[in-house]
């Protein structure tokens, strides 16, 4: 009897570990693990509060099904370091000259992409709204299915020898007939920042094997360590507009998941007097985003990654959000700046050359957290006033709190 009792408990044991492990256990960056479990908590009771962002995931994780898998060897072309493993993009404002035979060098249009510039970009994206979707998607359903397929898409891109990407991006935003890469195209991977978090998420599903979660931790140890000791890496780090930002933000994502808490802390400890200061004025501008042909989007999108380090930071308890510089800028202040132009379009006195609408709306989900960051109800306010009906359904709801 005691050796059948024996048998059953190493069973249960066995299964259990079959089933995943909680991702409580584990280092989120950006995404809120205990509000996640609430909005859950709401959809089982049948509360309608997150139900369009539901419905919206699961329409697109059924699409999700149906496509992949991902992988830079897709590409018909060789990176110049000899292999399709390699990532490879062009930046996406140079153009042929068209004043040369071959073309070449390209010449710059900043604000118009060029669109034989992704290469391996779409693979890319491919990859990260697909897994992020799939992860989210099982977790909130329970359909194990999604788990799988996100499984199949991790190992595609990390790990199958046949179709891994390399850990490093050398190659990133080329300029043919002038350089093989550059340190600003470390930004085609910033959603890396979403994909590390996913992958946590999807490990307490059980659909990948423990030593494949090992496999995948260690090639972004792998790009951590490039990301840190590269030369490309320490440009993008001193870039003195978004990039460097974003930078941050991928950086420190990695880091908490490869479970580097002190490099954590030094980064965000560092961004008041790093960023914040140096980018962001007393009336909430930001100069180095003005500049740009898409100036109200780029000062936007910059705002969001510094949104995001305030997440990682509030997770090792650390707040930004409270800073303001000598000047009196401060993240709120940069907030209230871009929001102040909300349906404002004709009054923008730097230019914007598309996307305003989409840049509104981003502008909308950032109210929606600042709410919280800034214990304002006024944001809250005009979220659910302005935006709520149609952002609703935004995948970052499910994910980050508001207020």
């Known amino acids: 009897m005691k050796f059948r009792n024996h048998i059953l408990i190493v069973s249960l044991m066995l299964i259990l570990a079959s089933c995943g492990h909680s991702p409580e256990s584990k280092r989120f960056a950006v995404w809120d693990f205990s509000y996640m479990q609430q909005v859950k908590k709401s959809l089982k009771r049948g509360g309608v509060a997150y139900r369009p962002a539901y419905q919206s995931l699961i329409q697109r994780a059924a699409e999700a099904m149906e496509r992949g ?73 329970g359909d194990k ?16 020898e046949e179709t891994l990407m390399n850990p490093h991006l050398e190659f990133g935003q080329t300029i043919p007939g002038r350089i093989t890469g550059r340190g600003i195209g470390i930004i085609d991977t910033k959603s890396f920042s979403t994909l590390v978090d996913a992958i946590v998420l999807l490990e307490s599903s059980g659909a990948l094997r423990k030593h494949e979660e090992e496999e995948i931790r260690a090639w972004f140890g792998e790009y951590f360590n490039w990301l840190t000791t590269s030369q490309h890496g320490k440009d993008e780090d001193v870039y003195p507009n978004n990039h460097s930002v974003a930078f941050d933000v991928q950086v420190t994502s990695v880091a908490r998941y490869i479970v580097k808490d002190e490099y954590v802390k030094a980064k965000i400890l560092a961004v008041p007097a790093v960023r914040i200061d140096k980018m962001i004025r007393a009336d909430g501008r930001q100069p180095e985003e003005l500049i740009r042909t898409k100036a109200y ?23 930004i959000f409270g800073y303001s510089n000598h000047e009196g800028g401060s993240l709120q202040k940069a907030l209230e700046f871009v929001a102040g132009y909300l349906g404002r379009q004709d009054e923008w006195p730097w230019k914007q050359t598309a996307d305003w609408e989409q840049t509104e709306n ?14 304002n109800p006024e944001y809250k306010i005009m ?19 508001g207020l």
């Open 145 to 160: 299915d999604y788990a799988r397929k996100a499984a199949e898409l991790l190992r595609v891109w990390f790990l199958d």
């Open 297 to 319: 989007g780029y000062s936007v999108d910059n705002l969001g990654n510094f949104f995001d380090l305030g997440e990682i930071g509030l997770k090792m308890d650390i707040d």
């Open 69 to 141: 898998p991902y992988s830079v060897t897709f590409k018909n072309i060789i990176s110049p370091g000899g292999t399709k493993h390699d990532y490879m993009s062009m930046g996406p404002y140079w153009w042929p000259d068209p004043s040369k035979p071959d073309g070449l060098p390209y010449i710059r249009r900043d604000g118009e992409v060029n669109p034989e510039s992704g290469i391996d970009k779409e693979q890319l994206s491919g990859l990260i709204d697909d897994v992020r979707t799939l992860s989210l998607a099982w977790y909130f359903s």
């Open 362 to 375: 981003n502008i909308g989900l950032l109210l929606r957290r600042a709410a919280r960051y800034f214990n």
């Open 383 to 401: 979220w659910e006033q302005a935006f709520a009906q149609k952002m609703g359904n935004h995948w970052s709801v499910l994910v980050i709190p």
